[in-house]
C-alpha cells in the first residue's frame, strides 16, 4: 500500500496531458485542488423510531468554465477522496464535450439496499435540505450516479424547490419525466459510448459485426447491451455482482435485461440462456473486439490488465482503469477510450436537461438524439486526430483537448505573464 490517493493517481493523467501543451503554470495550480468540498452528517428517523446518521459530501472542484454539474451516489465505500477524484474527471468530462459547466460529485457513504423506501426518501431530501446552499441551478447542479435514480432526483428537486419557495426544475438533472427531465437521459450514457465507437469504428478497425464483452451489466451497461445487439454485434459475456456469464456464439440480451428487471442475477439465469459461469477475472480476460467496463473505479490494473485480449476498451464506468492498467494495455496495442469521453453522453443529455428546464421548452427523443450524435461525433473526432497526429493514447489526446479549454478560460482571467508584464 502507498500513501497516493485515488485523487493523486488522477492528477498524473493532468500532469501528461499538460506536457503536450504550452499553458501557464497558474493554470494547473488552480486545477490541482477543488474549489470547495463541503462535508455533513445527515441524520434521520428510520422507520423503527430511531435516528441515525449518515456521512455525506459535495465537492465542486471548478467552476472557471460555468457552474459545476456532476451526479450523487449513495454507495457504502464512498469517502471524501473519491468524490473529489469523481469531480476533478467530470471538470474535465464537460471541457471535453465544450459543455458550459465546471465539475461537481457527490456522496452519501450508504447502503440504499439496506433502507426501506421511505427511509430511502428522507435520506434523499436531508441531503438537499443539507446542501442546498451549495447546490443551485446557476452554481452546481446534480444529477443521478451509483445506486441514485430518477425518483431520489425528484424528491430532491422538490426538497429544493420547497427551501428556495419556488419551483426549480434546473437545480437537478436526471429527474423523472413527469417532472421536467428529458427524453432520452435514461440511455445517454450507453447511448453517447455506442455513438463513439459506431464513429470510429473504421479506424479501430473494429469488424462489421464485433464481439462485446460487459463489466458490470447495471443502467449503462444493459443499455449498451440493447443497442449493440440491435446493431447486429454479439455480447459474448457480461458479469453484475453476482459473477459473470459467457457463451461464445452470444448471449440473448432482450432475456437478460428482463431478468434483471424481475430482480434476477446473470448467474441464476446463466442455464436458462444457456451460458457458463466464470469468475470475474475469466472475463476480463475472454477474447473480444470490445470491452466494456460499466461498473465502478479501477477494474482493470496493473493485475489483470495484461489477460485483456480485448483490441478495444470503451470505459463506460468512470476510471475502471487506473494509470498502471493503462501501460500494460497500451503496450499491448490496446485503445482504450476514455472515460472523459466515452461516458460523457449522460453529462450531456443532463446539459440538454438544464437548458430544457431553464427555456421551459422541450424537445422531442429523436432531436435529443440528433443534438447528442452531433456532439459526440464532433469532439470524438477531434480527440481522435489529436491522438493521432501527436502520436499519443486516446486518454491524452482527450485531456489534452479539455485542458487546452480549461487553460484558455483560466488564462482569460488573467496569469503571471499578464500581471508582470
Not at 464532433?378 to 483537448?401: F, K, N, P, Q
Amino acid at each position: 500500500m502507498t500513501d497516493e490517493t485515488l485523487l493523486d493517481r488522477a492528477l498524473q493523467r493532468l500532469e501528461t496531458a499538460a506536457s503536450h501543451l504550452k499553458i501557464d503554470q497558474d493554470v494547473i495550480e488552480k486545477l490541482k485542488y477543488p474549489r470547495e468540498t463541503t462535508k455533513m452528517r445527515l441524520l434521520i428517523r428510520m422507520d423503527d423510531g430511531s435516528r441515525k446518521s449518515f456521512l455525506a459530501w459535495r465537492c465542486r472542484y471548478d467552476d472557471t468554465r460555468g457552474p459545476t454539474k456532476g451526479g450523487i451516489r449513495f454507495h457504502p465505500d464512498a469517502t471524501e477522496a473519491e468524490v473529489e477524484t469523481l469531480a476533478f474527471w467530470m471538470t474535465f468530462k464537460c471541457a471535453v464535450m465544450n459543455l458550459p459547466y465546471g465539475g461537481g460529485k457527490g456522496a452519501v457513504q450508504v447502503d440504499p439496499r439496506r433502507l426501506s423506501k421511505s427511509e430511502l426518501e428522507r435520506l434523499s431530501r436531508a441531503y438537499m435540505q443539507a446542501f442546498s446552499r451549495v447546490v443551485g441551478p446557476d452554481r452546481d447542479i446534480p444529477a443521478p450516479d451509483v445506486y441514485t435514480n430518477s425518483m431520489i432526483m425528484g424528491w430532491m428537486a422538490d426538497e429544493y424547490s420547497q427551501i428556495v419557495g419556488a419551483v426549480t426544475p434546473a437545480v437537478i438533472t436526471g429527474k423523472p419525466i413527469a417532472l421536467g427531465g428529458s427524453l432520452g437521459r435514461n440511455d445517454a450514457t450507453a447511448r453517447g459510448g455506442y455513438y463513439l465507437v459506431r464513429h470510429l469504428a473504421d479506424q479501430l478497425r473494429l469488424p462489421a459485426q464485433h464481439r462485446v464483452v460487459i463489466q458490470g451489466f447495471g443502467n449503462a451497461g444493459q443499455f449498451y447491451a440493447q443497442l449493440a445487439a440491435k446493431d447486429g454485434h454479439l455480447v459474448v459475456a457480461a458479469s453484475d455482482s453476482s459473477g459473470a456469464i459467457r457463451r461464445a456464439d452470444g448471449l440473448d440480451t432482450a432475456a437478460m435485461i428482463a431478468g434483471k428487471a424481475a430482480g434476477q442475477s446473470l448467474v441464476a439465469l446463466a442455464a436458462q440462456l444457456g451460458a457458463e459461469v466464470i469468475s470475474p477475472e475469466a472475463l476480463i480476460a475472454t477474447e473480444c473486439d470490445l470491452l466494456v467496463p460499466a461498473a465502478l473505479e479501477d477494474m482493470i490494473h496493473e493485475g489483470n490488465a495484461a489477460s485483456v485480449q480485448a483490441k478495444v476498451v470503451l470505459e463506460l464506468a468512470n476510471g475502471p482503469v487506473t494509470p498502471d492498467g493503462d501501460k500494460v494495455l497500451e503496450s499491448k496495442g490496446v485503445v482504450v477510450l476514455p472515460d472523459i469521453l466515452a461516458n460523457a453522453g449522460g453529462v450531456t443529455v443532463s446539459y440538454f436537461e438544464w437548458v430544457q428546464n431553464r427555456q421551459g421548452y422541450y424537445w422531442d427523443l429523436e432531436e435529443i438524439h440528433a443534438r447528442l450524435l452531433r456532439i459526440v461525433e464532433r469532439e470524438g473526432g477531434a480527440v481522435w486526430d489529436i491522438a493521432s497526429a501527436r502520436g499519443i493514447s486516446m486518454r491524452t489526446a482527450a485531456y489534452v483537448h479539455a485542458l487546452a479549454r480549461l487553460a484558455g478560460a483560466i488564462e482569460a482571467h488573467g496569469t503571471q505573464p499578464f500581471f508582470v508584464s
